[in-house]
């Protein structure tokens, strides 16, 4: 399977979020271990960056955390002008509608995210970490 990981799975780990922290850990493992691919659009590398320098104004430490999510993933994807476009028109968050057209348009088979009804009228399958492992396991 080939699966997109919403921002806020990597800041599950990062930030080690109370009671998300394992299950997103833990989904990692268990896709590596099926051999399935973890990719990461590039937006979500460029959020990632704002957040930590936002909380610890230090260059380094942003693009070391950067390095640490691009040496977990399989395949860093980008975001076209197509699915921006193509985002705009969606009903909901702009954001999550932009992913959602970068994972289609990449062939992506599901999404993995925390926030599953910012995905609710997607056409592609979204799993909590959780529920994938339940699926996968």
């Given at each position: 399977?080939?699966?997109l990981?919403?921002?806020n799975i990597f800041l599950d780990i990062l930030l080690k979020r109370d009671n998300l922290?394992?299950?997103s850990?833990?989904?990692f493992y268990t896709a590596h271990a099926n051999r399935d691919q973890t990719v990461v659009n590039a937006a979500s590398l460029k959020d990632i960056y704002y957040i930590t320098m936002k909380?610890?104004?230090?260059?380094?430490?942003?693009v070391r955390v950067?390095?640490?999510v691009y040496n977990i993933v399989s395949k860093v994807i980008d975001c076209s002008a197509d699915d921006a476009i193509n985002a705009i028109f969606e009903?909901?968050?702009f954001e999550d509608n932009v992913l959602r057209q970068s994972s289609l348009r990449n062939m992506c088979d599901a999404i993995i995210t925390r926030n599953k009804k910012d995905f609710h009228k997607s056409d592609?399958?979204?799993f909590t970490p959780e529920e994938y492992m339940r699926i996968r396991t």
């Open positions: 399977m080939k699966l990981v919403d921002t922290y394992e299950g850990k833990e989904f909380g610890l104004h230090d260059k380094k430490e942003a950067v390095f640490k009903d909901g968050d592609m399958p979204c």
